[in-house]
């Protein structure tokens, strides 16, 4: 018996590259690329419904992924990873152009007004 996948589907990860522009979305890299969740799986994360739905995966490559663990503060201020018990779709996600979005399970970047400072 062969080892049960734990990832996204082949779907879900087209769709999630296609919403990123097949970009890293931290440095906006086009080789390389993986798919990192925001919310980690680990600690039975697997069994969420959610946990390999769009909203809560983005489209990096393997050294912003690797930065992303090193650098835990601001990787959660970008929304590039989640704190539980928050769930992705609550918190926005902060891309190569400064823009801010939030993401929908199906795979939608929709826009947010930027707030006045």
């Not at 979305?25 to 419904?49: D, F, K, S, Y």
């Not at 970008?78 to 795979?107: F, I, M």
Request: proline letters at 6%; aromatic letters at 6%.
């Amino acid at each position: 018996m062969g080892r049960r996948r734990t990832g996204p589907t082949e779907v879900v990860r087209a769709m999630v590259y296609e919403r990123d522009g097949g970009a890293c979305v931290r440095c906006g890299a086009l080789e390389g690329l993986t798919i990192h969740h925001r919310v980690n799986r680990g600690m039975g994360g697997a069994r969420e419904p959610w946990i390999n739905q769009a909203h809560n995966l983005l489209t990096a490559c393997t050294m912003c992924n690797g930065w992303f663990e090193d650098n835990p503060r601001e990787s959660y201020e970008a929304g590039w990873k989640v704190r539980r018990p928050q769930l992705p779709g609550e918190v926005l996600v902060r891309y190569p152009d400064g823009s801010e979005y939030g993401l929908t399970p199906d795979g939608v970047r929709a826009t947010t007004v930027a707030a006045a400072r």
